[in-house]
């Protein structure tokens, strides 16, 4: 059996293989390099973005079947309502958006919103990809669509407060994220009151707020590098 090295990991062909898995919408075999990436973390920064060493991962994040243009970041991951799905990926309307086969990492982010839309995903999946996109607007300098995303996570993490049904920690981590990309888009004031209503008692939230309190202080827009936990 053949090798290929990468850094200090080696793949057999046999991992190679696991990485083909199955489109649970079409049924025909896809490549799941996004789910199976391996990589080394060089840092992560105060809105979890990972920096690696290697390659951004943002850029091979979202993978797509080249076969019916279902798009995701893990093909492993039945969708809960599949046929919605079925629906929307079927239809003229989206088919049309893939005049290119080989779409920009923009371009996928932009039809995955497109099929969010459609299917009416939760806010915080909403949340989360408008988050990643603002770091693709940030990457390219572009700071006005940058904040303009950044915005509309925080919309959509609101969103799933008010709907309500989530965890202590869960909660605790949107008001962080609210306040993060609230400080990060300059709205200090926002980003101070989101804060002071993380739960303290949970140890993690006591550091990040310990962090972020100073960086609000400081009026500090940009994002910085969570400090390391000591062994």
């Not at 939760?122 to 693709?136: G, H, Q």
């Not at 303009?148 to 959509?156: D, G, H, Q, T």
């Amino acid at each position: 059996m053949t090798e290929r090295e990468f850094g200090n990991t080696t793949l057999t062909q046999e991992e190679e293989r696991k990485s083909i898995v199955v489109c649970p919408v079409c049924g025909k075999p896809v490549n799941n390099h996004s789910a199976e990436e391996i990589y080394t973390v060089d840092m992560v920064e105060s809105d979890f973005r990972i920096r690696t060493l290697d390659d951004d991962i943002l850029d091979t994040w979202l993978v797509f079947c080249h076969h019916c243009f279902y798009v995701t970041h893990d093909f492993t991951q039945i969708p809960s309502e599949i046929e919605k799905v079925q629906n929307v990926i079927e239809s003229k309307d989206y088919r049309e958006r893939f005049t290119d086969t080989n779409p920009t990492t923009m371009e996928l982010f932009e039809h995955y919103v497109y099929m969010l839309e459609k299917v009416k995903a939760l806010p915080t999946v909403f949340a989360d990809t408008y988050l990643r996109m603002s770091w693709l607007y940030d990457d390219d300098g572009n700071e006005t669509l940058a904040s303009e995303y950044r915005e509309k996570a925080i919309v959509n993490f609101a969103k799933a407060l008010l709907l309500g049904d989530l965890e202590d920690k869960d909660i605790s981590m949107i008001y962080y994220y609210i306040s993060e990309l609230s400080r990060r888009k300059g709205e200090f004031e926002r980003a101070k009151k989101s804060l002071l209503k993380m739960d303290m008692q949970i140890p993690m939230f006591r550091r990040l707020f310990d962090m972020q309190s100073v960086l609000i202080r400081d009026r500090n827009k940009t994002a910085v590098a969570m400090p390391r936990e000591e062994n």
